[in-house]
T-cell receptor, first 115, second 111 residues
Framework: DAGVIQSPRHEVTEMGQEVTLRCKPISGHDYLFWYRQTMMRGLELLIYFNNNVPIDDSGMPEDRFSAKMPNASFSTLKIQPSEPRDSAVYFC???FGTGVPGELFFGEGSRLTVL | GIQVEQSPPDLILQEGANSTLRCNFSDSVNNLQWFHQNPWGQLINLFYIPSGTKQNGRLSATTVATERYSLLYISSSQTTDSGVYFCAVEPYQTGANNLFFGTGTRLTVIP
């Protein structure tokens, strides 16, 4: 079975540009999570969806960040405009749970560098 | 919010040695998972273990939920075990499906 698939794996952009990260969760999973990992703050949850509906976006840093899940097999995380402090590895993860998420599976991450 | 503390922060082992990694959490939890982040950055789920004991090959984990800690045992360590081990917990409260990650234990296994 294919795991969680993220693209792009690496992105280098200039400050002010729009960045879109993409994620395909494991088929059949009903929870999808976006995490960000930095040296300073470790792994932080940005937002998560259940059955394509955003449940908790309290971790989204500010209005420059937005996430969508138009269907069960695709999600995007958009940063507009990007800033150097957004440089991090962004992970997408999915799980299957009845009421609460179960075992969490991560994608390989998207490493973002904003110059 | 819930606090997740892992110890030790760093660990260096000779290949073949055994080790115990600890995760303490400050509140009751619904869910606890252990992850390994390899040197290439990939996060692999090792155990889903909100309570009890599980074993998978050379790895095993025990969670004592009533005492708010979990242990990850690595036996006969190999160089491929190197990386960062994370404990993540979900607080025991209605609607909280957020996994909080500890700061990790960085393990280096030398040949």
């Amino acid at each position: 079975d294919a795991g969680v698939i993220q693209s792009p794996r690496h992105e280098v952009t200039e400050m002010g540009q729009e960045v879109t990260l993409r994620c395909k969760p494991i088929s059949g999973h009903d929870y999808l999570f976006w995490y960000r990992q930095t040296m300073m703050r470790g792994l932080e949850l940005l937002i998560y969806f259940n059955n394509n509906v955003p449940i908790d976006d309290s971790g989204m840093p500010e209005d420059r960040f937005s996430a969508k899940m138009p269907n069960a097999s695709f999600s995007t995380l958009k940063i507009q405009p990007s800033e150097p402090r957004d440089s991090a590895v962004y992970f997408c993860a999915s799980s299957f749970g009845t009421g609460v998420p179960g075992e969490l599976f991560f994608g390989e991450g998207s490493r973002l560098t904003v110059l | 919010g819930i606090q997740v503390e892992q110890s030790p922060p760093d660990l260096i082992l000779q290949e073949g040695a055994n080790s115990t990694l600890r995760c303490n959490f400050s509140d009751s939890v619904n869910n606890l998972q252990w992850f390994h982040q390899n040197p290439w950055g990939q996060l692999i789920n090792l155990f889903y273990i909100p309570s009890g004991t599980k074993q998978n090959g050379r790895l095993s984990a025990t969670t004592v939920a009533t005492e708010r800690y979990s242990l990850l045992y690595i036996s006969s360590s190999q160089t491929t075990d190197s990386g960062v081990y994370f404990c993540a917990v979900e607080p025991y409260q209605t609607g909280a499906n957020n996994l909080f990650f500890g700061t990790g234990t960085r393990l280096t296994v030398i040949p």
